[in-house]
């Protein structure tokens, strides 16, 4: 498919992401976040995405050999997260190529699957290009009794090359210091700057910024993502956006934006949430998804 040769500002595809990513230009975006469903690839049978190699087109960067050795190790552990691997990982190459030099990819995981990702992606990306795991813990809904309440998830954050990738702390929301007592008043007053660890509450049921979405995500932690590791200008990409909360967040922030989701309830609330918010956003459907060459087995 011919790639298009530059991305309109702020624009929604509606339709299976990997036609809309595999439709945008190399290198064309500073910030990628993505928050998948984890269930998705549970109803894929394990090997219907292809995780051949291509001389050409791509792949270039990745680590060739070593990756297909320690996929191959890391899914023979776990059948689910095999088939769930074989969703995502094609996504994953597209965001790879996308990224410009300077860019960071935020791939937002439940704890049971972080671990495999991590170590998938570290050879995916290349183990140098890991930046940090960000603990996102929350305090609400029941609680177990027999074990430690689970109340965090996992941001894995890795970047395209780390001779080269923008972060920028400066701009970064800060939050207010555990034990002001130890610290000067004029502290105090700047707050202190978030760690790998970011306590905040997830959207409440009964708060303004609540959509109706489901899964949404605190625009609190979206816009740290996005003063870190873009500018004002840069175009931000989300292609499970959900409820739109990357763009809505990136537009605060004069960012632009991509979002992509197929869930026809995703396009209504992000439309109503854009309208409201008075931001500029074009509705497209995602590009057919390409024709695979079929290819017989052996
Ligand atoms: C966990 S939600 C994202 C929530 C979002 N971060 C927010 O704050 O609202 C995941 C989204 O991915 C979408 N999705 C799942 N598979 C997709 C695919 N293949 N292409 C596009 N969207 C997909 C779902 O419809 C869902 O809205």
């Given at each position: 498919?011919?790639?298009?040769?530059?991305?309109?500002?702020?624009t929604v595809f509606f339709g299976?992401?990997?036609?809309s990513?595999?439709?945008?230009?190399?290198?064309?975006?500073?910030?990628?976040?993505?928050?998948?469903?984890?269930?998705?690839?549970?109803?894929?049978?394990?090997?219907?995405?292809?995780?051949?190699?291509?001389?050409?087109?791509?792949?270039?960067?990745?680590?060739?050999?070593?990756?297909?050795?320690?996929?191959?190790?890391?899914?023979?552990?776990?059948?689910?997260?095999?088939?769930?691997?074989?969703?995502?990982?094609?996504?994953?190459?597209?965001?790879?190529?996308?990224?410009?030099?300077?860019?960071?990819?935020?791939?937002?995981?439940?704890?049971?699957?972080?671990?495999?990702?991590?170590?998938?992606?570290?050879?995916?990306?290349?183990?140098?290009?890991?930046?940090?795991?960000?603990?996102?813990?929350?305090?609400?809904?029941?609680?177990?009794?027999?074990?430690?309440?689970?109340?965090?998830?996992?941001?894995?954050?890795?970047?395209?090359?780390?001779?080269?990738?923008?972060?920028?702390?400066?701009?970064?929301?800060?939050?207010?210091?555990?034990?002001?007592?130890?610290?000067?008043?004029?502290?105090?007053?700047?707050?202190?700057?978030?760690?790998?660890?970011?306590?905040?509450?997830?959207?409440?049921?009964?708060?303004?910024?609540?959509?109706?979405?489901?899964?949404?995500?605190?625009?609190?932690?979206?816009?740290?993502?996005?003063?870190?590791?873009?500018?004002?200008?840069?175009?931000?990409?989300?292609?499970?956006?959900?409820?739109?909360?990357?763009?809505?967040?990136?537009?605060?922030?004069?960012?632009?934006?991509?979002l992509c989701?197929?869930?026809?309830?995703?396009?209504?609330?992000?439309?109503?949430?854009?309208?409201?918010?008075?931001?500029?956003?074009?509705?497209e459907n995602s590009?057919?998804?390409?024709?695979?060459?079929?290819?017989?087995?052996?």
């Open positions: 498919m011919p790639k298009a040769t530059a991305i309109a500002k702020n299976d992401n990997l036609a990513l595999a439709a945008l230009p190399d290198e064309s975006v500073q910030l990628i976040y993505i928050d998948p469903p984890f269930n998705t690839g549970r109803t894929q049978k394990r090997g219907t995405a292809t995780t051949k190699r291509v001389t050409e087109g791509g792949r270039v960067g990745f680590k060739g050999h070593q990756y297909e050795t320690v996929r191959q190790t890391v899914l023979s552990y776990d059948d689910e997260f095999a088939d769930y691997w074989a969703f995502l990982e094609p996504r994953l190459e597209q965001a790879w190529r996308l990224l410009n030099q300077t860019g960071t990819l935020y791939l937002h995981l439940d704890y049971r699957e972080s671990h495999y990702a991590k170590v998938l992606l570290d050879a995916l990306f290349g183990r140098d290009c890991f930046l940090n795991e960000i603990i996102w813990a929350y305090d609400y809904g029941g609680k177990s009794k027999n074990r430690w309440p689970a109340k965090h998830d996992t941001i894995l954050v890795y970047v395209k090359d780390p001779a080269k990738y923008f972060f920028n702390s400066t701009e970064v929301d800060r939050e207010p210091y555990m034990a002001p007592g130890l610290v000067t008043p004029e502290k105090v007053a700047l707050g202190k700057l978030p760690t790998d660890v970011w306590w905040h509450t997830i959207v409440s049921p009964t708060g303004k910024e609540k959509t109706g979405y489901p899964t949404q995500k605190p625009l609190g932690i979206l816009r740290r993502i996005i003063q870190a590791s873009s500018s004002a200008g840069d175009t931000v990409l989300d292609f499970f956006g959900g409820s739109g909360t990357t763009g809505a967040a990136a537009a605060q922030l004069g960012r632009h934006f991509i989701d197929q869930n026809p309830e995703s396009i209504a609330v992000m439309k109503q949430r854009f309208a409201k918010a008075g931001v500029e956003v074009s509705f590009p057919r998804s390409p024709k695979r060459k079929s290819s017989k087995s052996k």
